[in-house]
């Protein structure tokens, strides 16, 4: 499965679904940070596996926690919420506040919900990775070129597609993560599609999730 299969199929649509009840955000808000916030993380994962420690760490959390059941079983999400924030706390680090500042205006999603929502879809993601980890009998080594060719893939199958704004939204994220980088894939994939216009889009209303709105019909 791509990761475009993971965000606008079946198990991103029933993610949504739990957030939407639980947290009383519209199903579009998620699916819009979920496109931002699975290349993110990937993005930093990526970064972190170049470090050989890194690399084991993650290899062994994902061969210990994250086995791909959750994408068939997505209740879990919601049950493994304290979870996803141990694991956002170790992905950004010192720059976890600045990574939902930059979400919540792009979402419109309020600066106090979007942590515990990407709680919520963090193990998701992680679970998705674990499963393609699983499938291509990739090690600690492995996991860079794993993690790029992930992200390299739903690049090209978000150009190959026809335009929407969902597949937009991802194709300049997704290019924002493959492309030269400056580094920091903060910057780099929120920079190609949310840099310069992050008070534009908070003053918009919902930003990335109005867009959606309208495709979805809302």
Known sequence: ???????????????????????????????????VAAPLIISYLRKKSQDANEAEALNNALDKDHDGSILDDVSQADARQSEGGSILNHIFGEEKPNVENR??????ISID???????????VIMGYIGKEKQQN????????????????????ESHQQQSSPLNDIL??????GNSQSSGNPLNDILGSVLGGNDQKK??????????LGGFFGK
């Open 113 to 123: 919900k979007i942590g515990p929502i990407l709680s919520m879809l963090a193990p």
């Open 171 to 176: 194709g300049s994220v997704l290019g924002g």
């Open 1 to 35: 499965m791509g990761l475009i299969d993971l965000l606008t199929g079946n198990t991103g649509n029933q993610v949504a679904e739990q957030a939407e009840n639980k947290f009383g955000i519209s199903k579009t808000q998620v699916i819009a940070l979920l496109a």
């Open 137 to 156: 009998n990739v090690g600690a080594g492995g996991l860079g070129d794993l993690l790029g060719g992930i992200l390299g893939n739903a690049s090209n």
């Open 103 to 108: 979400l919540s205006q792009n979402t419109g």
């Open 202 to 211: 908070q003053q918009g209303g919902g930003g990335l999730g109005d867009i």
